[in-house]
């Protein structure tokens, strides 16, 4: 089964927007098992839809369009494939009493453009977009099945979970393919291969691993499918995989599906009833942004000081002057003193820090810039360690960031191995 | 002069990575006068790369490729656009200087795999790539003109600046463009076209003004475009009209070109002789995380508390227990003297304060989610504000970052006027 996705969007091609919606769609049907093998995007006019439609079908089974529909647009994709397909176009009351409501909710009542949006071309199957005014149409034709939805991204994606992607498992009696998503971090996908090449090998045929690398963030998402027919089996199959990954992997795995680093930091605090507080200066704030993404975070975190100035470094975290004029902020024992400092003075079970040089200027020869030291701990140990990171000021602070929270959760799991996070950086 | 754009990448087609390379060569493309009509992306296969380019060639004057270039690859790029176009391939030697050079800057040598990378097809124009192993290719036929590139982002970035985009200049004849870009936030792209219509409607022939919205940032970016002969006369047209442009927007713009809102601030601040700290409840550090992504920040900013817990809020930044027990955390007298306590406290001229109710938990019928109060001020006067934004914990984090900040900016700039700032919210 495969699919070809055509995007309609002059503000796609004039580079204004990046066209985000292909990549969901793609990952959408490649975990369904339909093989995407060409994204296009073309302008918003009627001969350039109707070319690429016609395009696509010497090519495809399923052909999935978005946007060029809308109460601004004159509609002209939904009358161009109206036109390609030879079916007239009439008012369609569903789609408008879906406007209806929608606007019902703001205490208003749409006027007569919303008229002519709710005009459907006669023949096709149309879904009712309950998050916004414009519906979605199916057409089949030749054993090919072409499917228009809006270009908004929640709108699209509305449609493609609640009616595109069950429809084209039902149409195409596709097999049904279960997944499971573990989230490493710690190290690359060379050694998380090597770790795991042995299980892999034993896999049932049933059963694929994909490794799915994101260097911004520093993780690594390993996705285990399963294909078959039978659905309890299949779970049964990814559950009894995930936990032989998960022994063999250890703390490199810090979650599961969609959770964040944070969100992980944050079940274990809740789980010790412990709480958190930070002091940053090179990370300028951003740890304390990522721990407070997640709702519920003041259950644990307390607060953070970003320590700029070196005043602030003694008078707020009480770390000594003598510390600072002997090693210096970006050192050991200045780390070592905030985390002492912030679990005193912010008044917490656990404290983290940062100090370093970020870039990218101030660096000296014998701490040149990348040189960033992190700590983590409670108020009877202290880990400190060294990171010698690159001239890209926004990447050392985002690297810092992930690892200084990759070292808490595992302080919190008491796993700190120095080894493997010299290895991240490897 | 019209351009296809063709993407290779089986990474794209399943989704793992958004095309980010197609968007930013199609916004410099078009600022060249060069319109995009199509972007593809294919799979890394011998004849969808062939095909893909005989379609494009049907179509377009210019063919710009990335992707499926590099020495783990088969180099299927190559050799499907070699026999495209009827060329032999052979060692091109300073394909293979250029990779010596740049393994010499590690102190280490290439293996062989380099050398079948450094074949090339004989007729094509060979461009080579000082920031990566894979040379660029030029092609010429029938007055069409086909390129290849990496798809690495800086390697392709690299090749187009500095030799796709002068070569096609030179080869097409294509007018001078010259472009300015004004930044500003506070306003719509509605209101702001209606600010400037007379303008719009006084512009000569040859200058156009595009409004490049960006709603995750709250920003609009006013590009001007001249096009004409002499770039001398053309820059003149721009600077005149950017100043023209100011003075009806006044503070709403708030830069140029790539700057960003922190940056701005920062030269405000620099220019003032004068230092910031920051109090933040909900936006939880990001606001200090902004400040401190400019380079040299320390000149200015001193530092920042996250006083999550109302503890915090007392003890560091000294605000008082009525207040909180009366007002309650998110208060105007809250924020009010959370920025004064970070001006005293923190030891700095100016300071700016968020307390709010980011969601999506939390809301109480009085204070529902999306309550923000801000403050801004120095030790002679403080201004408040509340905003009352929606229930998504990560935009109302966001937005709020954007506007204290360009809160502070004006506050800075003796401008704060509340209808202004409402209206941004609009």
Redesign the interface.
């Known amino acids: 089964m495969n699919a070809h996705i055509i995007s309609i969007g002059d503000e ?9 919606n ?9 975990q369904v098992g339909v093989h ?8 918003d006019g009627h001969e ?1 839809i109707k070319d690429a439609v016609a ?1 696509a079908e010497k090519e495809a089974d399923i052909i999935l369009i978005t946007g060029g529909l809308g109460p601004t647009k004159d509609d002209i994709t939904k009358k161009a494939l109206a036109e390609y397909f030879g079916l007239e176009m009439a008012y369609h009351e569903p789609s408008f009493n879906n406007i209806q409501t929608l606007f019902a909710q703001f205490g208003r009542e749409p006027d007569d453009r919303y008229k002519i949006q709710a005009e459907m071309p006669v023949g096709a199957d149309i879904m009712i977009n309950k998050v916004g005014t414009a519906s979605g149409m199916w057409f089949q034709k030749n054993g090919k099945v072409t499917v228009s939805m809006p270009g908004v991204p929640r709108e699209m994606k509305y449609l493609m979970s609640k009616e595109v992607l069950p429809r084209l498992h039902e149409h195409f009696s596709t097999p049904t393919i279960l997944h499971k998503t573990l989230l490493t971090t710690g190290k690359g996908e060379t050694d998380l291969s090597g770790l795991l090449s042995e299980l892999e090998d034993g896999l049932p045929e049933n059963i694929k691993l994909a490794y ?1 690398p994101n260097t911004l963030k520093g993780q690594v998402r390993l996705r285990l499918s399963a294909r078959g027919e039978d659905e309890a089996v299949l779970q049964k199959q990814l559950d009894e995989n995930a936990i032989k990954i998960t022994k063999l992997l250890g703390t490199l795995v810090f979650g599961e599906g969609k959770q964040t680093l944070s969100e992980s930091i944050g079940l274990l605090l809740k789980n010790k009833n412990a709480t958190l507080g ?1 002091a ?1 200066s090179c ?7 990522h ?3 997640v ?4 259950d644990y ?9 070196n ?2 470094k003694m ?2 975290l009480g770390v000594k002057k003598s510390t600072l004029d002997e090693y210096g902020a970006v050192s050991e024992q200045t780390v070592k003193e905030m985390v002492l400092g912030a679990i005193q ?3 917490v079970d656990y404290a983290v820090a940062t100090s370093g040089i970020a ?3 101030g660096g000296h020869p014998d701490k040149p810039v990348g040189t960033i030291w992190i700590a983590v701990g409670d108020k009877d140990k202290v880990f400190t360690k060294k990171l010698q990171l690159g001239k890209d ?2 990447r050392n ?1 985002q690297l810092t960031t992930t690892i200084v929270m990759n070292t808490l959760r595992r302080f919190l799991l008491d796993d700190l191995d120095v080894d493997k996070i010299t290895s991240y950086l490897g």
Request: glycine content about 12%; overall charge negative; aromatic content about 4%.
């Open positions: 796609i091609l004039i580079g204004q927007i990046v066209n985000t292909a990549a969901w769609m793609a990952e959408e049907l490649n995407v093998d060409q994204i296009v995007t073309i302008a350039a395009q799915l930070i940053e990370t300028g704030g951003n740890v304390a942004h721990i407070t993404l709702p519920g975070c003041s975190f307390k607060g953070s000081v970003v320590t700029y100035a005043e602030l008078k707020i003075n912010i008044g870039g990218p200027g000021r926004e602070i």
